[in-house]
């Protein structure tokens, strides 16, 4: 059974930096999409960034320039950068994977993902 389990979350100030992780299991790695998602209060959960099967990252247009994503070797393991954070960052952050094939900005689509972590919490106080 596929296990995700995030960690990394937390309080920060504007124009700060965390690190989000997502641990994988249960899964075979060559076939999985992976990606970080997000929801804030009152809004819909929406994509924040993404590596498909091929290794190829794809970003949300307003974290582009401020959020870097990294996968090990193994694909156990899907890291979220995130530097010069803003207030609008702050949300309920998401791992998530799928063994649908996707490609670019499609994989940045939340009805595509069947496989969820249980989230962790970001702030970004201004």
């Known amino acids: 059974q596929v296990q995700l389990v995030e960690s990394g979350g937390g309080s920060v100030e504007s124009g700060g930096s965390l690190r989000l992780s997502c641990a994988a299991s249960?899964?075979?790695?060559?076939?999985?999409?992976m990606g970080w998602f997000r929801q804030a209060p009152g809004k819909e959960r929406e994509g924040v960034a993404a590596?498909?099967?091929?290794?190829?990252?794809t970003f949300a247009d307003s974290v582009k320039g401020r959020f870097t994503l990294s996968q090990d070797n193994a694909k156990n393991m899907l890291t979220l950068q995130m530097n010069t954070l803003k207030p609008e960052d702050t949300a309920m952050y998401y791992c998530?994977?799928?063994?649908?094939?996707?490609?670019?900005?499609?994989?940045?689509?939340?009805?595509?993902?069947?496989?969820w972590g249980q989230g962790t919490q970001v702030t970004v106080s201004s």
């Open positions: 249960g899964y075979t790695p060559s076939w999985f999409s």
């Open positions: 590596i498909d099967m091929d290794g190829r990252n």
């Open positions: 998530a994977a799928t063994y649908r094939y996707c490609s670019g900005s499609w994989c940045l689509r939340v009805d595509l993902y069947n496989f």
